[in-house]
């Protein structure tokens, strides 16, 4: 939203404004494009109106397959929807912070409140603090429009300031907290801990304060960055991060934890001390790739001991075994061929088996997957999946799921 972005929710916020964005929302439906659309809106409502009221109805549709129907009543700006985690995850960890029942928490950084009100749905009184005013009129806003508005109170306020001050387990009175730092800038991801906002040096220092506590991470974040006694969390959803958790030390109950998402239920794996590095061996007749969150949360080792499983190389997270396995932690991949990585010898040994489209994956290989599969594509009517990796040191190719057999 432009300069006067706060005036425009607060219009947006009255029964006028309402009425706005139900008629934009139908013309979204419509699926009517832009100008067509803003033309009936400006004819409607009136010039000044129609652009909030569009935008927010666009922003109301693609919110909706995470934020289901709250997304209807809620109100949002790109950015603050770009940085709100999933609900469902949000609900996930209000509830695990308030196991024990604390009753007041405090969002710190609540931009448009799904912490907030995921805290609040839980059952705690929640002090919502922002640097950012249209943030805090959000978030203001979203807890009436759900309902929780007698157990949110929004304040500005400093994070860093608030951790600086915390004493006795407790900021800014409230003894559990959710920090959730920005970790982009000027539309780019901040890859320095110490440059997102709040720094690292407050994640630290809440972590250290306040043992009720959880902060989202970076999921790239370096383990060495996490504090003694701290949990890390990695979750995954569809094959990719979704979020990455450091847990106060009250709430702790493990050393590091992946976290899977199907569909309605959290599959969890865990460990309470670092179980080391898997080990390596030759490869056999089938290759697993683990889950992200595995991976991120140095549990591969767990998986390959339950998996009668080893690394095809000590530096890379691929596993292989003898047999096929309904793990839910990795995907798997028949091995039909082991070769020296080699584009021509590749692609010869595709055209005596008859393959003509190939999926590539890489780990540990400097290769574009999507232009080596260009590169192998031939007439024959087969497929396989081609991995290029290292096998003790080696670039290798496996040839996998080779589907003329
Ligand atoms: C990543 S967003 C939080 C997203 C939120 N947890 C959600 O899921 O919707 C970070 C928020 O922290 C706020 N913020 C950044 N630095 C802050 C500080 N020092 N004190 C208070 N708020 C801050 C930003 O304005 C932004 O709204």
Known sequence: MPDDALEQLRWLRTPEGAAATALAAELVEQGLDVLPALA??????????AGP???LARLRARARPVFGADADVLFLTAD?????????????????LRADDADSAADLGCASGTDTVALARAGASVLAVDLDPLARELTAANAEALGVADRVWVVAGDAVELVDAARGGEVAGCGTAVLDPARRAGGRRQLDPDRWS???ATVAALLDR???AVVKVAPGLDHERVPHGVEAEWVSAGGSIVEALLWGRTVSTVWRRASLVRGDAVLELTADADPGPAPSGPVRGWLHEPDPAVIRSGLVSLVATDLGATLVDPTIAYLTSDG???????SSYRVDEVLPFNLRKLKALLRTR???RVVVKKR???IEPETVARQLRGAGAGTATVVVTRVAGAPTALVCDLSDR
């Open 40 to 49: 009936r809106l400006r004819a409607q409502v009136g010039a000044g109106h």
């Open 53 to 55: 009221a569009w935008e």
């Open 80 to 96: 603050t929807l770009e940085q709100a985690g999933r609900p469902a995850l949000a609900a996930r960890r209000a509830r695990r």
């Open 198 to 200: 709040p720094p690292w």
């Open 210 to 212: 306040v043992p009720r």
């Open 324 to 330: 096929p396995t309904g793990s839910p932690w990795v």
């Open 354 to 356: 008859g393959v003509g």
């Open 364 to 366: 540990g290989s400097a």
